[in-house]
């Protein structure tokens, strides 16, 4: 079993090498949460990371990560700074994306245990065939850090690999659809998966300098940006 970071910097290279114009430019929604681990860790691989919070600026990169935070207000924040419905056309027209822990929150198409916010249920972008419960781990004092092993997806992860998770007031997935790949469980219960442009996580990779995920985006930014 090889790890996860030999794998997506193998692929980062071959992907990147083929693309044109230099670094990818990746994106980091930079409303509210992980923002700054983020951008680091895309810079760690090779990306020229950019903080997108306006229309235009998610219009200049080839892919995204949506981080870590607080679901609600930035689902909240995309509307006020009008940026969800461009981000739904965007992810229907293949932009790569990374959601992690609240990310996976708002890439999810259903939320089982939504917030009302403001008399109105809790709003996701979606695109992501899954079923999520919000802190389903727990609160903040039940976080935790475990060794999960990634199941192989294809062509981005061609072999089993393992990853250091942590797990902040985790959500979890707890139903998904047919075109969703389940890549790492804890518990039974899915808190890793792909399908299509987008992977979502329950952890936060960046916060155990794990990058491999990041390098899995950045070349699939690159080959967005070249087709």
């Avoid at 193998?10 to 930079?30: I, N, S, T």
């Avoid at 727990?138 to 475990?146: A, K, L």
């Avoid at 072999?159 to 942590?166: H, K």
């Avoid at 992977?199 to 985006?217: D, I, K, M």
């Amino acid at each position: 079993m090889s790890s996860l970071s030999d794998q997506a910097a193998r692929l980062h290279g071959v992907r990147e090498g083929a693309a044109p114009g230099g670094r990818v430019r990746v994106g980091v929604l930079a409303l509210q949460g992980d923002v700054r681990e983020h951008v680091e860790a895309l810079s760690a691989v090779g990306a020229e990371a950019v903080p997108v919070r306006r229309a235009s600026e998610l219009a200049s990169v080839s892919g995204l990560i949506i981080p870590g935070g607080e679901s609600t207000a930035i689902a909240h924040l995309l509307r006020v700074f009008g940026l969800m419905e461009p981000l739904r056309s965007a992810i229907a027209g293949g932009l790569p994306v990374l959601g992690t822990c609240a990310g996976m929150i708002l890439l999810a198409d259903t939320i089982a245990d939504p917030a009302v916010v403001r008399g109105a249920e809790q709003e996701s972008v979606g695109g992501l065939d899954v079923t999520v419960r919000r802190n389903a781990f727990g609160r903040q004092v039940d976080s935790f850090e475990s060794d999960l092993t990634l199941a192989a997806w294809g062509e981005a992860l061609p072999e089993a690999s393992t990853v250091r998770a942590v797990f902040i007031r985790a959500p979890r997935i707890e139903a998904v659809g047919e075109g969703v790949s389940v890549l790492a469980s804890v518990d039974a219960h899915p808190v890793a998966v792909a399908q299509g442009n987008l992977v979502a996580t329950a952890f936060h990779p960046e916060s155990a300098g794990e990058t491999a995920l990041h390098a899995w985006l950045v070349a699939a930014a690159a080959a967005h940006a070249a087709a």
